[in-house]
T-cell receptor, first 115, second 113 residues
């Protein structure tokens, strides 16, 4: 079984709808991340969490919210989806070396289309 | 601020030829540097990383990268390209705070038979 799973894998929705993307991990890592990938822009960080009580905004958090329900679960919500949120979304977990984030492990991605 | 720059958004090589993907970084602290590969319709997988120690780092699938502090570079190489190497490659650096990754914009590698 995959260490980092994301559901759904594909989603098509309409402008204004609320959408939740879910991520679960079995790696036992405390640190979890949400990214979006757009062609030519690489991966950009939306939110990250170091434990269930620690949530931090990333580079592009506007229009998104997150919930860390447990160490193993980290959900991303789009409260009112808009077309420019059409993208590939990745969840990741990371190891820690000292206090420093180390290797990240990625889920398979969720392809979201907002019409 | 930390960042990585990948020179060349698309690189094409012939099968059996040398693969060279370029990455330059900026960091005000000793960097942790990574190369990830993304195959079509998949997530990112770690190829290799540099944290401390030996500056020539070997990774999976025959790839290696050399950390050159004087040139602020971490270029990825493979002596002989294989068709299965066709993918998107991302260079990344960890932030000075040690909390976040900063990814480059990616290089798409095409291998020509």
């Amino acid at each position: 079984d995959a260490d980092v799973t994301q559901t759904p894998r594909n989603r098509i929705t309409k402008t204004g709808k609320r959408i939740m993307l879910e991520c679960s991990q079995t790696k036992g890592h405390d640190r979890m991340y949400w990214y979006r990938q757009d062609p030519g822009l690489g991966l950009r960080l939306i939110y990250y969490s170091f434990d269930v009580k620690d949530i931090n905004k990333g580079e592009i958090s506007d229009g998104y919210s997150v919930s860390r329900q447990a160490q193993a679960k980290f959900s991303l919500s789009l409260e009112s989806a808009i077309p420019n949120q059409t993208a590939l979304y990745f969840c990741a977990t990371s190891e820690v070396a000292g206090r420093r984030t180390d290797t990240q492990y990625f889920g398979p991605g969720t392809r979201l289309t907002v019409l | 601020a930390q960042s990585v720059t990948q020179l060349g958004s698309h690189v094409s090589v012939s099968e059996g030829a040398l693969v060279l993907l370029r990455c330059n970084y900026s960091s005000s602290v000793p960097p942790y540097l990574f190369w990830y590969v993304q195959y079509p319709n998949q997530g990112l997988q770690l190829l290799l990383k540099y944290t401390t120690g030996a500056t020539l780092v070997k990774g999976i699938n025959g790839f290696e990268a050399e950390f050159k502090k004087s040139e602020t570079s971490f270029h990825l190489t493979k002596p002989s390209a294989h068709m299965s190497d066709a993918a998107e490659y991302f260079c990344a650096v960890i932030s000075n705070t040690g909390n976040q990754f900063y990814f480059g914009t990616g290089t798409s590698l095409t291998v020509i038979p």
